[in-house]
């Protein structure tokens, strides 16, 4: 394994154009709350706290950023952060800003989110910004709650949906976007074990941690993936130096394999047998090349399911 995936250094990137918008969006929305929040004078001490701008911020950053992330979608940054807000309160009541306080809050508020399904980050830091967010904030008590935590999330997820309106695929909530999308239908084929959405859907179940997608945009994906498998069935007819190829498989069976060249190997001179033509590849590990293997081009093409080639920092199918 590399160093980039024990650091958790995904290799898909994002577009220009959604970045810029998520640039834009994000600093746009956070200050349309802020002045939304304004309203309230007699509250600003409390929304210029450091201590409550930063859960704001890092919820922005979800919703504006990650607008499809199941950590994004409404109920969780609404419930989250309301509701660690009310843990937050009770345990500053109970306990003061005392160490046991700090530590109750962040773990009862990951159990309440966890419950009522709603986990949401910055929900942990607005907890602890009632319990250790200062003087104005904690003299607050349950108003805190209401504002600036309730409002600004409130204020946040409505921003959100206006200001992803002109760009389609970034509607929120995710949802909306999902059911707006229309995938083909994959033509019927017979097929030995046809994958299905129960089938996927479970295997997130038993991966037994928290992934952030929604199940909306688990079974787009596998959609999508499956429109993409109907295109350039047929194994290639030749090979090609310095090529890439795939097996085609799903999981961990899946590899990619690159032909460093192309050779003849005769056999002994008075068995009368032709030239047999082989394949010099290499195996790549996390795009990494490895040791070099050779095989004969009736075996390898069997292998290869299709031509591939590593554009926008992903394996696509290449062109035929």
């Keep these: 394994m590399s160093l980039r995936q024990y650091l958790g250094i995904h290799q898909n990137r994002v577009s220009a154009t959604e970045i810029a918008v998520a640039t834009v969006s994000g600093g746009l929305g956070i200050g349309l709350v802020v002045l939304s929040a304004m309203l309230f004078k007699a509250q600003w001490p409390l929304l210029i706290n ?11 950053v979800l919703v504006f950023a990650v607008p499809h992330g199941a950590l994004s979608q409404p109920w969780p940054v609404i419930a989250g952060n309301t509701l660690s807000a009310v843990v937050g309160v009770l345990c500053y009541s109970v306990f003061s800003d005392s160490l046991v306080s700090m530590a109750l809050a962040l773990g009862v508020s990951v159990l309440i989110m966890n419950l009522c399904r709603c986990l949401h980050p910055p929900g942990g830091a607005t907890a602890l910004s009632a319990v250790a967010g200062g003087d104005v904030i904690t003299a607050s008590g349950f108003e805190f709650v209401l504002f600036p935590v309730l409002f600004c999330s409130v204020t946040i997820v409505v921003m959100a949906v206006l200001l992803n309106l002109p760009f389609r695929w970034r509607w929120y909530p995710a949802h909306w976007f999902h059911i707006n999308k229309k995938l083909e239908k994959v033509p019927a084929r017979e097929r030995g074990t046809e ?14 941690s928290f992934i952030d997608i929604t199940e909306d945009s688990w079974v787009e994906l596998l959609e999508q993936a499956k ?94």
């Design 50 to 60: 450091s201590a409550v701008l930063i859960p704001i911020a890092a919820t922005a």
């Design 195 to 208: 994958l299905t959405s129960e089938d996927f859907l479970l295997a997130v179940q038993q991966h037994n």
């Design 227 to 320: 429109l993409n498998a109907e295109s350039n069935l047929q194994h290639p007819e030749h090979v090609r130096r310095n090529a890439f190829y795939s097996n085609g498989k799903l999981g961990k069976q899946w590899q990619i394999r690159q032909v460093v060249q192309l050779r003849s190997s005769r056999e002994s001179a008075d068995s009368g047998k032709h030239a047999i033509e082989q394949v010099v590849y290499r195996v790549l590990e996390n795009n990494q090349p490895g040791p070099e293997h050779t095989q004969s081009v009736p075996e390898f093409l069997q292998w290869a399911r299709f031509e591939v080639v590593f554009e926008d920092n992903c394996w696509k199918k290449a062109h035929q």
